[in-house]
């Protein structure tokens, strides 16, 4: 199947790449609200409708009939080994190798810790200026923390390569972009890495369940990311974190939580860290999140990742071939990769009013996001998202410039969260 050649794009052409998806079917396993094209997926994805059922039979059965007899009988203590197993599947890693646990920002902070105990002769870490926030401001915590000379060089994409050089302890890098949605080239940055020397960390918030991801075929060190995106673990469910089984046993993280003790139901007086990837844990999980986050987990592993990756790329390209097709006098950017190999499951532009066109977009029900200063993110899950949903998604939006509703006062008002 491929995108179609003729130019225009028409409503039919996309209608006939639906029928054609190997993935279609799997729509109906999420609950989406009736008229709404969510393209956010990237920020919190849809529920599963099997969420329900599972989150009323750990409540009313595991927690209210089964009680304390549940950690055992009802598997709560396994969750996070269990569900890191099926993670690990997800992003070419072994099974021991993930577990779910905490958030990305606390994991990030743990093997980051972890890798720096690892190369105590060095000082420097490789991060990117441009991340998420949070990686940055953790790292910079542990830094604080650390004091004694350790520092962050700060890099973007163009310059990464010569940044690595044997001063640096760590490479700490989310693999796709969460602003452009580019992909950093895991493999030879990490090959660079190592070649230095260094340890490499990377973020696969954007990459889980979007990107066909081999954590060990590319020889990393340590990741982290999170569920509740296109992963659809619910909001705020679990992140995960990958040590590769040569660190297990050296590379301890500092959280030392009886969670990742040897024996923690021997109740020691001193911390003796588990001997396997059970050392990352910390401390007692949220088992009602992660019993929802694993229904989201076992409708992705139903998935052909490759299916996954092809129905992704071809999703952002009629995206954007439809934007320079029918929205190209309104002022919108590109700001994604024109690539496909270089892009991740998102295509952002830049716009001088992103915020209130958003919220106007929102309004008619296309919810996509806004990211400080300019720019308006579009999220493809392939998983729930069809190609007339992009096609339906680009209709509204050049009606809403064509008859400028942005402008209108409501749109212009800010929310906590955009
Ligand atoms: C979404 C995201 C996070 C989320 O961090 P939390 O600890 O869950 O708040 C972290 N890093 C990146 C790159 C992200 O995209």
Same mark, same amino acid.
């Given at each position: ?16 790449l639906?029928?054609?998806?190997s ?8 609950? =989406? ?8 997926g ?10 329900l &059922? ?25 969750l996070?080994?269990?569900l ?6 997800? =992003? ?18 743990k ?38 000379? @350790? ?10 390569? $010569? &940044?690595i ?17 580019? =992909?950093?080239?895991? &493999? ?13 960390? +990377? ?5 889980a ?7 060990? %075929?590319?020889?990393v ?23 590769a089984?040569r ?14 003790? $040897? ?7 001193? @911390?003796?860290p ?24 076992d ?10 990756r092809?129905k ?9 071939d ?7 006098? @309104? ?23 992103? @915020? ?5 977009l ?15 993110r ?5 998983l ?17 410039? %064509?008859?400028?509703? +942005?402008?209108?006062?409501?749109f ?7």
């Amino acid at each position: 199947m491929s995108l179609p050649t003729m130019n225009p794009i028409t409503h039919a052409d996309c209608e006939q790449l639906d029928q054609q998806d190997s993935l279609a079917s799997f729509r109906d396993m999420f609950a =989406i609200p009736e008229g709404m094209i969510y393209l956010d997926g990237n920020s919190l994805g849809v529920r599963p409708k099997a969420a329900l &059922a599972r989150a009323i039979e750990v409540v009313e059965q595991e927690w209210g009939t089964g009680l304390i007899k549940s950690w055992n009988e009802a598997d709560w203590f396994q969750l996070p080994q269990k569900l890191g197993d099926k993670v690990a599947k997800i =992003i070419g890693a072994d099974e021991g190798e993930v577990v779910v646990t905490d958030s990305t920002g606390i994991n990030l902070y743990k093997v980051l810790a972890a890798a720096l105990t690892q190369r105590p002769d060095r000082k420097v870490i490789v991060m990117n200026g441009s991340n998420f926030p949070t990686d940055n401001y953790m790292a910079q915590g542990l830094v604080e923390q650390l004091g004694d000379g @350790y520092e962050i060089r700060f890099i973007e994409q163009d310059n990464v390569m $010569a &940044a690595i050089d044997d001063d640096v302890a760590a490479v700490c890098l989310t693999h796709v972009h969460y602003k452009t949605g580019s =992909i950093f080239d895991m &493999a030879a940055i990490t090959a660079k890495a190592h070649s230095v020397g260094a340890l490499t960390i +990377w973020d696969l918030c954007h990459s889980a369940g979007a990107l066909d991801v081999q954590l060990n %075929e590319c020889n990393v060190d340590f990741a982290v990311g999170c569920t509740y995106k296109y992963l659809n673990g619910g909001p705020g469910s679990p992140a995960f974190i990958f040590s590769a089984k040569r660190h297990h046993g050296k590379a301890l993280q500092p959280l030392t939580g009886w969670w990742g003790h $040897a024996d923690p139901f021997a109740f020691e007086r001193d @911390y003796r860290p588990a001997s396997g990837i059970d050392q990352m844990l910390s401390g007692t999980q949220p088992i009602l999140s992660l019993a929802v986050t694993e229904v989201g987990l076992d409708i992705f592993l139903q998935a052909d990742i490759e299916q996954v990756r092809r129905k992704s790329k071809q999703l952002t390209q009629l995206f954007i071939d439809l934007m320079a097709q029918r929205c190209s006098e @309104y002022g919108f950017s590109l700001v994604s990769p024109v690539d496909g190999d270089l892009r991740g499951s998102q295509v952002s532009f830049n716009h001088d009013d992103g @915020y209130p066109v958003m919220q106007a977009l929102i309004s008619r029900d296309v919810v996509g996001d806004f990211r400080a200063p300019k720019n308006v993110r579009f999220g493809f899950t392939p998983l729930y998202i069809s190609y007339s949903d992009v096609w339906d998604a680009v209709d509204r939006l050049v009606n809403i410039m %064509e008859t400028q509703l +942005w402008k209108q006062p409501e749109f212009n008002q800010r929310g906590a969260v955009t």
